[in-house]
């Protein structure tokens, strides 16, 4: 993604998060029992800011709750549900629960009654509607693991952030990095460990490792508003050995963003968020393509 498309993205984005930015008095949660809860609240702002904080978190277990969201008799509820959904699902997700809340944001896109929910359904569904029908990772009936008929396993590594900022940006890499990922190869292994080289030889698996850093985030401020810039580099390896063969290093981007704690962060988890998104799309999908037999 080039700087000039970045900033109109995020001029887009930059609305939809000033009208989250109203909702004020309410703590985040950590759990996503506590958030799902709050989708209850009588409260439109309450059930607004758990919608968000949902979607940030990046728990696949919020999937369910946020689709029942998209009833919510609010439109900015239903909006950020949608958009949250198609943050969160991913070919990890079992296929009962994916193929429900792909179905439920094609039905908001196409029926719900307000434009704005369905431009956010319609994107999110867009996003995901080719994991749909993906099946789950098992162990078939001659003991092989069933990885949806993929031939590619991809480890994800465990990602830094050493911009010294108050809130970790490694949630947002991994989240995107495993989205991207999970829509060309295996991302998780049966049984939840990691294969050995064995294991992936038998399977006729192909193993690649992925990792990355947020090296610095630098924000300009002007008065009311920001400039927030993010430096990221990535790398891909093969697996189990991890000899690294491909980067995509110190990759900078900018987003605009309003002055305050609050919008900077925002724009910051944004900013990396739209980097590693370009940097699967244009280096290490097409590395690992090349690679892989």
């Known amino acids: ?44 702002k309450v059930r607004l800011s758990a919608a968000l904080n949902l979607g940030k978190l990046g728990d696949k277990r919020a999937i369910l709750p946020l689709v029942g969201a998209l009833k919510d008799s609010d439109k900015t509820v239903r909006g950020v549900a949608a958009a949250a959904l198609g943050k969160l699902i991913d070919g990890s997700v079992d296929a009962k629960t994916r193929k429900s809340a792909i179905d439920a944001l094609e039905q908001t896109a196409a029926k719900d009654d307000d434009a704005f929910v369905r431009g956010q359904a319609q994107k999110a569904f867009e996003s995901v509607k080719s994991l749909r029908d993906l099946s789950g990772g098992s162990v078939s009936s001659g003991g092989a693991p069933d990885l949806g008929g993929k031939h590619v396993y991809v480890e994800m ?125 244009n280096d290490l999908i097409p590395a690992i393509k090349q690679k892989a037999p």
């Open 157 to 281: 590594g465990p990602f830094s952030d050493a911009s010294g900022g108050t809130t970790s940006l490694v949630p947002v890499m991994r989240r995107v990095a495993e989205k991207q990922l999970g829509r060309e190869f295996a991302v998780k292994w049966p049984g939840g460990k990691s294969p050995s080289r064995g294991e992936l030889s038998k399977a006729g698996v192909s193993g690649f490792y992925v990792d990355g850093t947020v090296n610095k985030i630098e924000v300009k401020k002007s008065g009311k508003n920001a400039t927030v810039k993010c430096y990221v580099s990535m790398l891909v390896a093969t697996f189990p050995e991890k000899s690294t063969f491909a980067f995509a290093n110190n990759k900078k981007a900018e987003v605009d963003s309003g002055s305050s704690d609050k919008e900077i962060a925002e724009a910051a988890s944004f900013c990396v968020e739209a980097q590693v998104e370009a940097m699967m799309k």
């Open 1 to 44: 993604m080039d700087l000039v498309m970045l900033r109109r993205v995020s001029r887009r984005m930059i609305v939809v998060m000033g009208i989250l930015l109203l909702v004020t008095g309410v703590a985040l949660a950590d759990k996503v029992d506590d958030l799902a809860k709050r989708l209850r609240d009588p409260d439109n």
